[in-house]
């Protein structure tokens, strides 16, 4: 079956071909690590990993990078501003060396706490300077580049399809608000590949270079790690529907401009999750939600991927706690529906599990189609197919919307209210509903549910 997705060079829905017959290769723009990431950050892997799932449950084998940035990513995506590194090092009385080995471990925390499965390799900037060099020399060889004041910069308008990404509509917009602060650009796009000492002063990461003591250009670390790791052609780059108008238009340049050919065949973007109060999810003045916010609130990390499972990738979402209850809230119907199909037996219905797989898989090649992906589980679960199909379809369905829902949860019990609940059974069995029921409240005050079934009973955590 075909999976169709939404290409951002071009902006249309478009049927994906492989470079290589039933291979995919994905490089996905990873965290700037000199603070913990928000829960907007988090929805950008999360969308790479549905994508990665889609195309493993469509029998692809899938080759995924993401990189770590932790250098040269200054506080404005155009080469302004400072150091993001070295301004989370300020604030913390740390090294930089530090403040990057700190997130990037909360890093790789979020990613496994939200199930989100490890890429084949996490590549950090700082480890592949060198191929950063190479590169940038390359592009000096094919003529692309100059260099002022001592710094090496990309000469955008040798470039003819510098705005493609962009769109010729939104070009004109773009050049008009570009602030350029650096008098040294010889046109308003160009940036910079490596900087020296003449534009930062000392830096505290600094390597040498053809070029003088210095540091990478924030861009040209994905163009160089992806070729390393995924070659000169690669299917999918995916990121944050903010980097496309300067972050992955720079990539595109360096790139094609180093090679000699096209480099990417589908760029794929997630829109942004917002909160009413925008003032909260920016990453640079710390004042924002980070899924350690929610958990101490008393969330799951999978409540908050079913809350963005609900909406599509490319649309915008408004986080709020009212919508994190109400997936909170579904999440676990839908696991008490899976636990009561779990107490009964049945026959497997071929006809009527391919049947959903068939649907479910054409929902999801359609552009991640997710919203609809939930809706057929429950949809499944509440149709008349025996337990056994029901449940072969949702451990099925799983393995791209990493819910775990067929995970038994595993709740320590205190000893206490277990003899309650022992207690309770035996006087419900004796029909003596009064002090049942004197028991039930009181092991609700502890915290705990009672869910009765014909055979026995259930202890929950509230
Ligand atoms: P950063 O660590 O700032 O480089 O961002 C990591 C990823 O999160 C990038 O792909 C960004 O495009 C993406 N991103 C940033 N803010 C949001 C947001 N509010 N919602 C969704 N994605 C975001
Ligand atoms: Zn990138």
Redesign the pocket.
């Given at each position: 079956m075909h999976i169709k997705l939404t290409n951002s060079m071009g902006r249309e829905k478009q049927t994906f071909k492989p470079l290589k017959k039933g291979e995919v290769k994905i490089y996905t723009?990873?965290?700037?690590v000199y603070n913990y990431?928000?829960i907007?950050?988090l929805?950008?892997y999360i969308f790479a990993d549905v994508l990665k799932r889609t195309f493993l449950f469509n029998d692809y084998k899938v080759k995924h990078v993401i990189n770590i940035?932790d250098v040269g990513?200054l506080s404005d995506d155009a080469d302004e501003g400072e150091d993001k590194l070295e301004k989370g090092a300020k604030r913390e009385g740390k090294t930089v060396w530090d403040i990057a080995k700190f997130y990037t471990e909360a890093f790789y925390t979020d990613m496994n706490d939200l199930n989100i499965i490890n890429p084949n390799t996490y590549c950090k900037a700082t480890e592949h300077i060198q191929e950063m060099i190479e590169m940038n020399k390359k592009l000096e060889k094919n003529g692309f580049t100059y260099i002022a004041e001592g710094n090496l910069y990309f000469d955008t308008s040798k470039f003819e399809n510098y705005w493609n990404l962009i769109g010729k509509k939104q070009e004109e917009e773009n050049q008009q608000s570009r602030v350029v602060q650096d008098k040294h650009k010889k046109n308003k796009t160009d940036f910079v590949l490596w900087f020296t000492r003449h534009k930062h002063g000392n830096h505290a990461m600094e390597w040498d270079s053809p070029w003088g003591k210095g540091f990478p250009g924030w861009h040209i670390e994905c163009s160089a790690m992806s070729s390393k790791y995924l070659g000169e052609k690669i299917d999918i780059h995916t990121?944050?529907?903010?980097?496309v108008p300067i972050h992955h238009t720079n990539e595109i340049a360096q790139s094609e401009c180093a090679y000699g050919h096209k480099w990417v065949n589908y760029w794929l973007h997630?829109?942004?999750?917002?909160v009413k109060d925008s003032e909260k999810?920016s990453?640079s003045t710390g004042n924002f939600l980070r899924l350690q916010t929610l958990i101490d609130k008393g969330y799951s990390p999978l409540e908050y991927r079913y809350f963005l499972l609900g909406t599509h990738y490319r649309k915008k979402i408004m986080f709020s706690y009212e919508a994190l209850d109400g997936a909170k809230n579904s999440l676990k119907k839908l696991k008490n529906k899976i636990i009561e199909a779990k107490k009964e037996k049945s026959e497997f219905n071929k006809e009527k599990y391919d049947e959903y797989y068939n649907k479910f898989q054409e929902s999801i090649n359609d552009d991640l189609n997710t919203a609809q992906a939930l809706a057929l589980v429950w949809d499944c679960l509440n149709d008349k197919i025996g337990s056994e199909t029901k449940l072969k379809i949702i451990d099925k369905f799983d393995e791209i919307l990493g819910l775990e829902l067929l995970k038994e949860e595993k709740v320590d019990i205190p000893k206490e209210v277990i003899e309650l609940a022992e207690k309770r059974w035996k006087s419900k069995k004796n029909k003596n509903w009064e002090e049942s029921d004197k028991l039930r409240a009181e092991i609700e005050s502890k915290g705990f549910d009672i869910l009765d079934s014909k055979e026995y009973y259930e202890i929950k955590k509230k």
């Open positions: 723009c990873g965290p700037t990431a928000h907007g950050n929805r950008a940035t990513h990121g944050g529907i903010d980097h997630n829109e942004f999750l917002v999810m990453k």
